[in-house]
């Protein structure tokens, strides 16, 4: 089955430090690639998001390119600050561009914490 | 924006008590609603896809008759925990969103605690 593998953490950086989250992923079909954020005491929100082969998703100074031939969609950000402190969750959906995106298949999330 | 609330926040329970969660959809319709469960440091895995008008479809392995679900509204899905068990004791999400290809919308999630 479909499967999400996202580096361990938590991770620990300074403000202004470059961020990187791993993702890669294993899918019988040609599937949607996600991030997703969860702040302190709220729900998670799509962050960004890529549908096919050599998109990149962006948002908020993060981005991820949806690489097939290494089965990865790794998270990014230049120049971390505090407020970006949170979970962040990588996950696709088999149906590549389809009829929904409600079937999710989630990492394990990583816990970021950025101090000042 | 879109937002959808969930509750409780948190619940405890005794052994073999029932426990009924909501997922609201705040403004807008949602024809289908997704629960969701979270292990410690694992990852949120699909229960089951809630039909407004019609019956829930549960992933493999998640008990139908442990955990009801009920979308009698375009607004409101439940998710009912029946005869809980200390295994039982997770987090519980839901989201939806308001038709295909739009952004799923999570609610905050439920901490449930069955002692």
């Known amino acids: 089955g479909d499967s999400v593998t996202q580096m361990e953490g938590p991770v620990t950086l300074s403000e202004e430090a470059f961020l990187t989250i791993n993702c890669t992923y294993t899918a019988t079909g040609y599937p949607s690639l996600f991030w997703y954020v969860q702040y302190p005491g709220e729900g998670l929100q799509l962050l960004l998001k890529a549908t096919k082969a050599d998109d990149k998703g962006s948002n908020k100074g993060f981005e991820a390119t949806y690489r097939k031939e290494t089965t990865s969609f790794h998270l990014e950000k230049g120049s971390v600050q505090v407020s970006d402190s949170a979970v962040y969750f990588c996950a696709l959906s088999e149906r590549a561009g389809g009829t929904s995106y409600g079937k999710l298949t989630f990492g394990q999330g990583t816990i970021l914490t950025v101090h000042p | 924006g879109a937002v959808v609330s969930q509750h409780p926040s948190r619940v405890i329970c005794k052994s073999g008590t029932s426990v009924k969660i909501e997922c609201r959809s705040l403004?807008?319709?949602?024809?289908?609603m997704f629960w969701y469960r979270q292990f410690p440091k694992q990852s949120l895995m699909l229960m089951a896809t809630?039909?407004?008008?019609?019956?829930?479809?549960?992933e493999q392995g998640v008990e139908k008759d442990k955990f009801l679900i009920n979308h009698a509204s375009l607004t409101l899905s439940t998710l009912t925990v029946t005869s809980a068990h200390p295994e039982d004791s997770s987090f519980y999400i839901c989201?939806?969103?308001?038709?295909?290809?739009?952004?799923?919308?999570f609610g905050n999630g439920t901490r449930l605690t069955v002692t």
């Open positions: 403004d807008f319709q949602a024809t289908t």
């Open positions: 809630s039909n407004e008008g019609s019956k829930a479809t549960y």
């Open positions: 989201s939806a969103h308001e038709r295909e290809h739009s952004p799923l919308h």
